[in-house]
C-alpha cells in the first residue's frame, strides 16, 4: 500500500508566479489536511478536506491561497503571485474513515516550495 | 504565548541513554496527544498517541500527559543513532476535529 505522495518534491518559483503542489492521499483514504513548516519551526495546520468539500480552512491565509479536493485525481494546494515569504515545506497527511473521534493521520515527504 | 511550547534543543546523547522529551500547552482542552519522529528533509511519522492523562509505553519507547500541569513527555530508553532526528509533539480535542496542533520540535542527536 502505496504512502501519501506528494509532487513536485522541490519547486522553484519566481515572485509572482504561481505553485500548483500536489498530494495523493493513501488508498481508501478520504480525509486530506494541508500544513505549512517554516524553517526551524513545527509544522502550522492549513485546510482539512474530504471528497470535495472543505472542512475546515482555518489555517490559510485570506489571500492567495486556495485548496481543494476533487472527485477524481489529487488534493491541490494552490499558491498564487507567491512571494518569498511562502518559501517553506508543505505537508500534506491523510486519514481514513474509520468513525473514530481521532483518525491517525500518515504525512507525506513534503514539498519544499522556494520563492526566489 | 505559543499554544504549545517544546525546547529545540539540541539535545545530545550518548548511544544507550534515556532520551527525555518534553512539551507544555495552555489550551486546556486538549485531549489527545501525539509524538510524531521527523527525519531530515522527510515528512513526520507517527510514534505515539495517548489520549488524557497517563502513561503508555511501546517498546523503547514511554508517553506520558499530565492534564493538571498541561505538561507531556516522551522517553526513549537504550537510544540508538537511528533516533537523531527531530521530534515533534502534536495535540488536539474533539470539537477541533482533526486539526492537530504542533510544538515546534526539539532535535535529538545519539552520539555512537
Redesign the interface.
Known amino acids: 500500500n502505496a504512502g501519501?505522495m506528494q509532487n513536485p518534491r522541490h519547486l522553484v518559483r519566481r515572485r509572482g508566479q504561481e505553485a500548483r503542489l500536489r498530494c495523493s492521499p493513501m488508498k481508501g483514504h478520504s480525509?486530506v489536511?494541508w500544513?505549512r513548516q517554516l524553517p526551524?519551526?513545527?509544522?502550522?495546520?492549513m485546510v482539512?478536506l474530504q471528497k470535495e468539500n472543505i472542512?475546515?480552512e482555518?489555517?490559510m491565509p485570506k489571500e492567495r491561497f486556495s485548496a481543494e479536493f476533487p472527485k477524481e485525481g489529487p488534493s491541490i494546494l494552490r499558491i498564487q503571485q507567491v512571494v518569498r515569504g511562502d518559501s517553506a515545506a508543505y505537508?500534506c497527511?491523510s486519514?481514513p474513515d474509520r468513525g473514530r473521534?481521532?483518525?491517525?493521520?500518515?504525512?507525506?515527504?513534503?514539498t519544499?516550495l522556494t520563492v526566489l | 504565548q505559543k499554544e504549545v511550547e517544546q525546547d529545540p534543543g539540541p539535545l545530545s546523547v550518548p548511544e544507550g541513554a534515556i532520551v527525555s522529551l518534553n512539551c507544555t500547552y495552555s489550551n486546556s482542552a486538549f485531549q489527545y496527544f501525539m509524538w510524531y519522529r521527523q527525519y531530515s528533509r522527510k515528512g513526520p511519522e507517527l510514534l505515539m498517541y495517548t489520549y488524557s492523562s497517563g502513561n503508555k509505553e511501546d517498546g523503547r519507547f514511554t508517553a506520558q500527559v499530565d492534564k493538571s500541569s498541561k505538561y507531556i513527555s516522551l522517553f526513549i530508553r537504550d537510544s540508538q543513532p537511528s533516533d537523531s532526528a527531530t521530534y515533534l509533539c502534536a495535540m488536539t480535542y474533539k470539537a477541533a476535529g482533526n486539526k492537530l496542533t504542533f510544538g515546534g520540535g526539539t532535535r535529538v542527536l545519539v552520539k555512537p
Do not use: C, M
Not at chain 1, 40 to 45: D, P, V
Not at chain 1, 103 to 110: S, T
Open positions: 501519501v480525509h489536511y500544513y526551524e519551526e513545527g509544522l502550522k495546520f482539512y472542512i475546515d482555518s489555517g505537508f497527511a486519514s473521534v481521532l483518525n491517525e493521520q500518515f504525512f507525506g515527504p513534503g519544499r
